[in-house]
T-cell receptor, first 111, second 121 residues
C-alpha cells in the first residue's frame, strides 16, 4: 500500500522568510496530493492541492510542486507570517483507494 | 453550506465504558471516513464508506470498534469497551467520489469535521 513520508518534522523560520516542506510517496498510481493545515485543537483544512497532470500550482503565498518521476511533492510558503504557524500534513490518494497522510510538520514562524 | 458536523466535541469516560461518536457529512458527499488522530501525528484511517457500504474497514479494531452509516448519510462510531489507549481525536471526513461527481478532476477534496476528543481514564 501507499506510504507517505514527510520532512522536516519541525520547522522554525523567521517572519518573512520562506518555508519548504517535502513529502515522498511510494505508490506510482497516486494522482492527487493535498496539503492540510491544522491549527491547535482545530480541524485539518485544505490549503492547496495538486493533481498528477500538473507540475506546479500556486495560490498567493502558497505553492505546491510535484515530481511524479521522483515521487515527491513539496509545499512552499513565502513571506511567512505568524498566522502560518500550525501543523501541516501532506497526503496522497489514488483512485479508488484511501488518503494516506504524512506524519506532519510543525511550523513555527518567529516574529 | 454547513460543513462536516461531529458530536460530541469532547468526551471523558472511565475505561471499559462504551462511547459513541456521531457524524453528519456535507450534503451530497457519498464518501465518509472515520480517522483516528493521536497527538502530534497524522490522521489514520479507521473506516471508509461509499454510501451505506463499508468499502475499507481493514484498520478498524473490530473486537471493540463498530461503525454504521444508515441510509448513506449520518454515521456513528462506537467503542465498547474503551481502553486507555483509545484516548485520541476521532475525525470524521467526507468527500465526493469520482463515481458521484462524474469528473475525475473532482475526486478527492476531503473535508474534515472538528473532531471528537476522547479521554479514557
Amino acid at each position: 500500500g501507499e506510504n507517505v513520508e514527510q520532512h522536516p518534522s519541525t520547522l522554525s523560520v523567521q517572519e518573512g522568510d520562506s518555508a519548504v516542506i517535502k513529502c515522498t510517496y511510494s505508490d506510482s498510481a497516486s494522482n492527487y496530493f493535498p496539503w492540510y493545515k491544522q491549527e491547535l485543537g482545530k480541524r485539518p483544512q485544505l490549503i492547496i492541492d495538486i493533481r498528477s497532470n500538473v507540475g506546479e500550482k500556486k495560490d498567493q503565498r502558497i505553492a505546491v510542486t510535484l515530481n511524479k518521476t521522483a515521487k515527491h511533492f513539496s509545499l512552499h510558503i513565502t513571506e511567512t507570517q505568524p498566522e502560518d504557524s500550525a501543523v501541516y500534513f501532506c497526503a496522497a490518494l489514488s483512485l479508488g483507494q484511501n488518503f494516506v497522510f504524512g506524519p506532519g510538520t510543525r511550523l513555527s514562524v518567529l516574529p | 453550506e454547513a460543513g462536516v458536523v461531529q458530536s460530541p466535541r469532547y468526551k471523558i469516560i472511565e475505561k471499559k465504558q462504551p462511547v459513541a461518536f456521531w457524524c453528519n457529512p456535507i450534503s451530497g458527499h457519498n464518501t465518509l471516513y472515520w480517522y483516528l488522530q493521536n497527538l502530534g501525528q497524522g490522521p489514520e484511517l479507521l473506516i471508509r464508506y461509499e454510501n451505506e457500504e463499508a468499502v475499507d474497514d481493514s484498520q478498524l479494531p473490530k473486537d471493540r470498534f463498530s461503525a454504521e452509516r444508515l441510509k448513506g448519510v449520518d454515521s456513528t462510531l462506537k467503542i465498547q469497551p474503551a481502553e486507555l489507549g483509545d484516548s485520541a481525536v476521532y475525525l470524521c471526513a467526507s468527500s465526493l467520489s469520482w463515481s458521484a461527481s462524474g469528473e475525475p478532476s473532482r475526486t478527492g477534496e476531503l473535508f474534515f469535521g472538528e473532531g471528537s476528543r476522547l479521554t479514557v481514564l
